[in-house]
């Protein structure tokens, strides 16, 4: 069944209210998805992406019911996800050479998880246009990095709907298709933890990507994302939302994180929480048994957070595998702005606080000097510690953006995911001070985005 969206656009994805994991096992879906596909019937009739692969016969079929296929003109593939391109060999079968629009990381990408078939592929790049009759055109918006090398957006004259792709999407499954019609509270926590857990390592290029979004002068006035429901009612909202994300977005709150063998790591976290409660009522505290808690949620959390606490017992010289597993996760979401401090028990060795506050250097926090190591079961002693951990998670504004250092030597871009170095902001995740020219970077630093190698950038 196909559903209106405007003019002559129809929504024809597949609404999946069964889908509980995305990603393999490591994003979790708590309130259904959807994957969005459009049919756009001008003079020329359109597709715009397809549904994932599981679905690709009731895709299909669906569309079958609604026209024929051999009246579409083009396919648009603004991304070769399988969740959206998924369909396409299936497609392909009945209406072989179909021209398919895309970028040229996009064949790569297809081509690469399908198969080289010959399909008909046309690349465009930003600001390529075609006509699709009725004084109406398609130009595309490359969207690199946002979240595959892949990634484009087209927008739609006339109706002037912007298909955004995964960008400004959520995991969540609404019949009613339009944001107008949603939960307002879910919503916008989907299209949170949809941005915390997916897009903000990109936010550097986000932030970008926005404002060369902004300067097309595009009159969007609805986004139709490639997850969830449409931007109807105010649009430009979620992009609002997005500018704001992506610059070391947090509130006013501190999120505690831990596992814990016999509860001593437990009543330390619950210690710290009672204390920023004391110290700042004002202040949100979330406090999570990350063996016990669905990482996705406590990522979002983390992403709202001015600051965290991480506790682990000491373990075979170590930390919990589950506390471990979250740090390594943590880290790649590339988090900016935020402070960290570590508790744990230990019976003898004791290495687990030292090893947390590494892991939380190394994921990007500032980590403070105060730190509660309990000797077999927290006392007194240890609690009387808390205040002073929690006043410097609590003190002054959080950690600023550090300024940008002025520098001639010229930029250079990543050919394959449009990463910009720029010698004046350097690369401090990555050990690189600002100021470095392109030149002095060390043979083996690799873009910060998508890891290619030097060799793969050319001067701005
Ligand atoms: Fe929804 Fe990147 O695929």
């Known amino acids: 069944m196909r559903k209106h969206v405007k003019g002559n656009v129809s929504w024809v994805g597949y609404l999946d209210w069964e889908l509980d994991r995305f990603h393999g096992d490591d994003y979790s879906i708590l309130n259904g998805s959807s994957q969005n596909a459009y049919l756009i019937e001008e003079e020329k009739t359109v597709l715009v992406d397809t549904v994932w692969t599981p679905h690709r016969f009731d895709f299909i079929e669906n569309l079958k019911s609604e026209i024929d296929l051999n009246k579409i003109d083009f396919i648009v593939m603004n991304h070769g996800e399988c969740d959206h391109s998924g369909s396409?060999?299936?497609?392909?079968?009945?209406?072989?050479?179909?021209?398919?629009?895309?970028t040229a990381n996009a064949v790569k990408s297809i081509e690469g998880q399908y198969g080289k078939h010959n399909w008909n592929f046309h690349v465009v790049k930003t600001g390529d246009s075609i006509d699709i009759g009725?004084?109406?055109?398609?130009?595309?918006?490359?969207?690199?990095?946002?979240?595959?090398?892949?990634?484009?957006?087209?927008?739609?004259?006339?109706?002037?709907?912007?298909?955004?792709?995964?960008?400004?999407?959520?995991?969540y499954a609404v019949e009613e298709l339009f944001n107008?019609?949603?939960?307002?509270?879910?919503?916008?926590?989907?299209?949170?933890?949809?941005?915390?857990?997916i897009l903000n390592p990109f936010a550097p290029i986000l932030t970008k990507k926005l404002e060369e979004l902004g300067k097309l002068n595009l009159p969007i006035e609805m986004i139709a994302p490639a997850h969830g429901a449409?931007?109807?009612?105010?649009?430009?909202?979620?992009?609002?939302?997005?500018?704001?994300?992506?610059?070391?977005y947090q509130e006013d709150q501190i999120t505690i994180v831990y596992d814990t063998m016999w509860e001593g790591t437990t009543k330390i976290a619950h210690k710290i929480a009672d204390e920023i409660h004391m110290q700042s009522p004002d202040t949100v505290v979330k406090v999570f048994n990350i063996a016990k808690s669905d990482k996705n949620e406590v990522m979002t959390e983390i992403f709202k957070s001015r600051a965290i606490a991480v506790g682990s017992p000491t373990v075979s010289s170590s930390i919990l595998s589950s506390v471990a597993g979250f740090l390594e996760f943590l880290k790649q979401l590339k988090f900016k702005n935020k402070k960290a401090a570590a508790f744990g028990c230990y019976g003898w060795s004791g290495e687990s606080v030292k090893i947390l506050k590494a892991k939380l250097s190394e994921a990007g926090f500032?980590?403070?000097?105060?730190?509660?190591?309990?000797?077999?079961?927290?006392?007194?002693?240890?609690?009387?510690?808390?205040?002073?951990?929690v006043s410097e998670l609590l003190a002054g504004?959080?950690?600023?953006?550090?300024?940008?250092?002025?520098?001639?030597?010229?930029?250079?871009?990543?050919?394959?995911?449009?990463?910009?170095y720029d010698p004046a902001q350097g690369d401090p995740d990555h050990g690189i001070a600002a100021g470095t020219s392109f030149e002095n970077l060390p043979e083996d630093w690799a873009c910060p985005i998508c890891g290619v190698g030097k060799d793969q950038f050319e001067q701005a």
């Open 180 to 197: 107008d019609k949603a939960d307002q509270c879910v919503l916008n926590k989907e299209a949170m933890k949809y941005f915390a857990n």
């Open 397 to 420: 504004e959080a950690p600023q953006v550090k300024k940008e250092v002025k520098s001639s030597a010229p930029k250079y871009v990543c050919t394959v995911c449009g990463y910009v």
């Open 230 to 248: 449409i931007w109807r009612e105010d649009p430009l909202q979620i992009v609002n939302k997005y500018a704001t994300w992506a610059k070391a």
């Open 134 to 171: 009725n004084g109406k055109e398609l130009i595309f918006v490359e969207m690199r990095m946002l979240h595959w090398p892949d990634s484009m957006a087209t927008f739609l004259t006339g109706d002037n709907i912007l298909f955004s792709m995964d960008a400004f999407g959520q995991h």
């Open 366 to 389: 500032e980590v403070v000097d105060g730190d509660v190591r309990s000797l077999w079961n927290p006392d007194e002693m240890d609690f009387a510690k808390i205040p002073e951990l």
């Open 88 to 102: 396409l060999t299936a497609l392909l079968d009945e209406i072989p050479n179909t021209p398919i629009y895309c």
